[in-house]
């Protein structure tokens, strides 16, 4: 007798490049914040970044109303969306014979956003088993699974061809790699002319040393907060010629101010908004093209 094997992400997880990868592959695995999933439950576009834009106060009533918690749960949704639909402003003019790369993917809520806009198609890489069945399994809800993947795979050793992808983007992954690294593999898949986004945040050269609330949010994750001048610099050592910075501080603050009043803090608001406020760290979108 025969048994068919379906392949599943689980079939084929590559060992964990380094011990650290395999202590962030554990982390995402079991990871299940309800201030993520509540979120995401909002239309099933799962995010792990946070927000930009203004608070809708007069959408959110009266926080004494029996609705209030639901409609500030949409609210921070609705602004960690606008955050991944400003990433994709910034990709260029993407068509739909184009392949997009998502780098650390998380639950592919920005995959799924960036083929519903392009109609292209998009290829995620996460550390995560989980994250990949998940992103995966709302692709094949959705119907759009020969268009939007997710696998397990180190960003830092992907199997893209070189020169094959049009355009890039790490949306609060960078901090989990180290850039020079990171840069040479966006370089080498990605296409001449092609552009390569992140959004992240950084600590602020201009302060000194990474502040004591970096130090916290570093610890929080288990990741490792960049300087400005470390992405400046790792950009042009690798081909990629920043063509738009912004600095997102002050849009983003809002969010964690709302956040900070709802049921679903998780204990890292503070770290973020002081740190925010003392200019020792910033949230930044970096859109670069590959020449
Ligand atoms: C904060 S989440 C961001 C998820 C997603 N970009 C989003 O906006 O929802 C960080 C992600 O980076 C991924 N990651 C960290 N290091 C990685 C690596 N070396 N290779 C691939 N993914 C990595 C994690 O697995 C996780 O999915
Ligand atoms: C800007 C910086 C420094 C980001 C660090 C990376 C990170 C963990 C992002 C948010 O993930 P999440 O959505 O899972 O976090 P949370 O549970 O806090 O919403
Ligand atoms: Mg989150």
């Known amino acids: 007798m025969t048994t068919e094997i379906t392949p599943t992400v689980s079939a084929t997880i590559p ?27 909002v239309d099933g576009l799962y995010h792990h970044h946070y927000g930009i834009g203004a608070v809708n106060h007069e959408a959110l009533g009266d926080p004494e109303h029996s609705e209030y918690e639901k409609k500030l749960i949409a609210e921070l949704h609705r602004l960690e969306s606008a955050q991944a639909e400003f990433l994709l402003d910034h990709l260029g003019p993407i068509t739909a014979d ?6 650390g993917c998380g639950r592919g809520g920005s995959m799924v956003m960036a083929h519903q806009r392009f109609g292209c198609k998009v290829e995620g890489v996460t550390l995560s088993a989980t994250q990949a069945e998940f992103g995966n399994g709302r692709a094949r809800d959705l119907r759009i ?9 180190n960003m830092l050793d992907t ?25 040479a593999e966006h370089s080498r ?14 600590w602020n050269p201009r302060y000194g040393q990474p ?10 994750f288990e990741c490792n907060i960049h300087s400005r001048r470390e992405y400046l610099r790792a950009m042009a050592d690798n081909r990629l010629v920043p063509q738009t910075v912004v600095d997102l501080t002050p849009d983003t603050l809002p969010y964690w101010e709302l956040r ?5 803090v998780t204990g ?13 760290f910033q949230y930044v979108l970096i859109a670069a093209d590959r020449v």
Not at 26 to 31: A, G, L, P, Q, S
Not at 211 to 219: E, L
Not at 260 to 264: R, Y
């Open 159 to 183: 199997p893209f061809e070189k020169g094959s992808v049009a355009a890039s983007w790490n949306n609060e992954s960078t901090m989990y790699v180290d850039l020079h690294d990171l840069f």
């Open 189 to 202: 898949f990605l296409k001449v002319g092609g552009r390569y986004v992140t959004i992240t945040g950084c």
């Open 260 to 264: 900070a009043t709802s049921s679903l």
């Open 98 to 103: 184009d392949t997009l790369v998502d780098a």
């Open 268 to 280: 890292i608001e503070e770290a973020f908004i002081e740190s925010y406020r003392d200019g020792s």
């Open 211 to 220: 502040s004591k609330w970096v130090s916290q949010i570093n610890a929080h």
């Open 15 to 41: 060992a964990p490049a380094t011990p650290y990868q395999g202590d962030i592959a554990r982390y995402w695995n079991n990871e299940a914040r309800p201030v993520n999933l509540r979120l995401g439950d």
């Open 145 to 153: 699974q020969d268009h939007v993947r997710s696998r397990v795979c």
